[in-house]
């Protein structure tokens, strides 16, 4: 492997995120790419140019993926990179930060020369945060087979498009989500932002991730009874507030509890919400992440154990509907072990770190070998124009990845 420096590197990462950074919906209000729109198209054709120039061979995948490929002697394939989408004013760098880590790994692999022995493809991923359809990972799901043509009929966003029209709008056919899956690939890595502020609070530059958090999300609805706030005793009335209250007030010292757990309650509306009326209902919904599955269970357990308790006690009643239950996704220890011995040689301050965001790994994860590198974010921002990272510990990042590259295809790190 030819010894490459980081000045190079971080030029041509400062070169590509300025130019996707002015692909956007919302000029000079952040980055705004939603999936199948005209930011979306214009950042994949510069993508694709990059991928060119550098000899990969590319496509636009049935899922509207940017992938470049380089052949190797046999087909089974890594792939590395990360989204291309955005959230509504999000920053430059959440998603972009990982595709353009990946190209850099790719461009050090082609100048290597010579042919890998498996293929290694850098994908820009589509409609990774879900922000128009409230749908998200879709690239993933799509490629491993797990959306059908209909679920993309069903998925709207607030103009009432659906996936499945938006795709044919974009020149991509839907049906394609009944072919079969991709059996092709043998390993999945990602460089992320951190989108949090733990690395840049420890003085680290390298994150390796040791697990994608599972989420159990639910809408909660209590039911009381709106009465005068002045004649209905207390030990009469029936007070949705009060009992959302008190079932509230215990779930983030059960989070806090737990390991790595986090539980939070967003979305809650009082009805009537008058200041001399007993409030009749109150709906919220509540997230609760963590890395082990039994902690999530038993988070979401409180909540119904809360919920039966104070309901009986307040007089009022409840309703419960799950809206999301993803397990957690481990990513391969050999494949961390491997990150962390790449920082220790190359003198990078690196630790194990869980991620709380959902990531295109997690799909990948959960069926092959995946693995993460998270670079540190300044302040811990993320999701907003202010979203930065240093392009210097990109360009480490870069390196670290086209290490971890290659220890997969020389044997190195087993799969
Ligand atoms: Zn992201």
């Not at 010579?114 to 945060?129: F, H, K, M, Y």
């Not at 709008?169 to 043998?186: M, T, V």
């Not at 697990?211 to 809408?219: D, K, L, S």
């Not at 994860?365 to 590198?373: H, L």
Request: proline letters at 4%.
């Amino acid at each position: 492997m030819r010894q490459e420096t980081i000045g190079n590197i971080v030029g041509n990462i400062r070169r590509r995120l300025e130019a996707l950074r002015e692909m956007t919906a919302t000029p000079g209000e952040g980055v705004t790419r939603f999936p199948f729109t005209e930011e979306a198209r214009q950042a994949s054709e510069y993508l694709m140019g990059e991928m060119r120039a550098m000899g990969l061979a590319v496509r636009l995948d049935p899922s509207g993926s940017v992938i470049g490929r380089l052949e190797g002697e046999r087909p089974e394939t890594v792939m590395m990179g990360s989204h291309l989408d955005s959230v509504l004013h999000g920053g430059a760098y959440d998603g972009a930060a990982g595709v353009v880590c990946a190209l850099e790994a790719a461009r050090m692999l082609v100048e290597d020369g010579g042919q890998p022995c498996l293929s290694v493809e850098v994908i820009a991923t589509n409609d990774e945060e879900g922000s128009r359809f409230r749908t998200g990972l879709f690239s993933g799901k799509f490629m491993l087979g797990q959306l059908s043509p209909d679920d993309l009929k069903r998925q709207h966003d607030a103009d009432g498009v659906s996936v499945y029209d938006a795709m044919r709008q974009y020149g991509l056919d839907p049906e394609a989500a009944a072919s079969p899956a991709r059996e092709d690939l043998r390993a999945f890595l990602e460089v992320h932002i951190e989108q949090g502020p733990v690395l840049e609070a420890e003085e680290l530059q390298i994150g390796a991730v040791s697990t994608i958090v599972g989420i159990r999300r639910a809408r909660v609805v209590i039911g009381g009874r709106a009465d005068h706030v002045g004649t209905m005793p207390m030990d009469m009335r029936q007070d949705a507030l009060e009992t959302a209250a008190r079932v509230i007030a215990g779930l983030g010292d059960a989070a806090r509890s737990l390991p790595n757990a986090v539980a939070t309650v967003g979305n809650l509306t009082v009805e009537p919400n008058i200041m001399n009326i007993i409030p009749s209902r109150v709906a919220f919904t509540v997230d609760f992440r963590g890395v082990r599955r039994a902690d999530i269970d038993a988070q979401y357990g409180g909540l119904l154990a809360a919920l039966e308790r104070e309901t009986a006690l307040m007089r009022t009643r409840y309703s419960i509907e799950e809206l999301l239950d993803a397990a957690p996704v481990d990513m391969r220890p050999e494949l961390r072990q491997a990150i962390l011995a790449s920082c220790a040689r190359r003198g990078y301050a690196a630790r194990e770190i869980v991620s709380g965001a959902g990531h295109d790994a997690q799909v990948f994860g959960a069926r092959i070998p995946a693995a993460m590198i998270f670079v540190p974010s300044k302040g811990g921002r993320s999701h907003c124009p202010e979203e930065e990272s240093s392009v210097e510990d990109l360009a480490r990042a870069s390196l670290v990845l086209r290490d971890l590259l290659n220890d997969i295809l020389e044997g190195r790190a087993a799969l």
